[in-house]
């Protein structure tokens, strides 16, 4: 007999202990991840106050090239990252420098930067399609990932908790990157005044293309992390860039550990609206969810600071 209150869904009342922790443990695994991939959305809209339209594409496109490098050099996905992470550093620099560089002065640059990015989605989208059709795929790990962890009595694949120390761990270098580093602070600096940084000798344009770069590389690893664990096809971009969106209006527009903060809020309501109603309610209790947010607390849980 469950002693839980009376006002709490049936469902939620009783819910045994076990089930809520493993709902727990694994919300939390997979929301580092969602994370991850808000932190490059996060991080462009911080310092350029751009709204990158194609980030979703973009992420699905990290999760293709590193499908892509296992199929061809037949090696493990962990060690495909470094390369996967190279190839979208280029692609998010030519980005910067074809679309977003040529548009800096023009008189309605968020305007433009914002249809810029739509249209750059299309056009990923339907290059992915020519290149990889419309068929789902998942990045193959090995068979040795292919078991559970305990963890305080509850279980995790272990694929999971691998995606969540990679996150984590990408996460802690960044803030150690934009607290530490002379580079770090000098985009810190242009995100809170570009005309006092400039006045002292920082280049926006050179911060700019590092920046991107960086979204690039977290990109990259937060789409192959993703792909190791469902399967993806070029429709994903849609449901990954909403995603994304909801992490980084959570969190705080433009702040990094908000967007971290906000992947693991999603991941948990995901998950356990997942397991208390049926699992195709899950995406529309996420909107339900990050609705409510934002009529409570429109400018997200933290102040919008890279």
């Not at 996060?42 to 496109?61: R, S």
């Not at 969190?251 to 998950?271: C, D, R």
Request: aromatic residues 12%.
């Amino acid at each position: 007999m469950c002693n839980c209150k009376a006002a709490l869904p049936a469902s939620l009342r009783c819910l045994p202990i076990s089930i809520f922790l493993e709902a727990l443990v694994n919300g939390v695994l997979l929301g580092t991840v969602y994370g991850l991939a808000g932190i490059g959305l996060a991080i462009i809209f911080g310092v350029l106050h751009i709204v990158n339209f194609a980030v979703g594409e973009l992420i699905v496109l990290g999760a293709y090239t590193t499908f892509w490098i296992c199929a061809l050099f037949n090696i493990n996905p962990i060690f495909a990252l470094p390369i996967s992470s190279l190839v979208m550093l280029i692609v998010f620099y030519a980005i910067e420098k074809l679309n977003v560089e040529p548009l800096l002065k023009s008189g309605e640059f968020a305007l433009m930067t914002l249809l810029v990015t739509y249209a750059l989605s299309l056009l990923i989208r339907n290059l992915q399609v020519i290149l990889w059709t419309g068929d789902f795929r998942i990045i193959p790990t090995p068979s040795e990932y292919s078991f559970t962890i305990s963890i305080g009595g509850t279980y995790a694949y272990f694929i999971r908790i691998l995606a969540f120390a990679i996150s984590i761990a990408i996460t802690i270098l960044l803030y150690l990157f934009f607290t530490r580093t002379m580079i770090g602070r000098a985009i810190r600096a242009i995100a809170d005044d570009l005309e006092a940084a400039r006045l002292v000798g920082v280049s926006p344009t050179h911060i700019f293309r590092i920046t991107f770069g960086i979204a690039g590389i977290t990109t990259a690893i937060a789409g192959s992390l993703l792909g190791m664990i469902y399967p993806f096809n070029p429709a994903s971009g849609a449901v990954y860039g909403t995603k994304a969106f909801i992490v980084v209006v959570l969190g705080g527009m433009g702040s990094m550990i908000g967007a971290f903060t906000g992947g693991i809020l999603l991941g948990l309501v995901e998950i356990f609206s997942g397991i208390l109603w049926i699992g195709g309610m899950k995406e529309v209790v996420s909107y339900i969810f990050f609705i409510a947010i934002l009529l409570l607390r429109p400018s997200g849980l933290f102040k919008g600071r890279v």
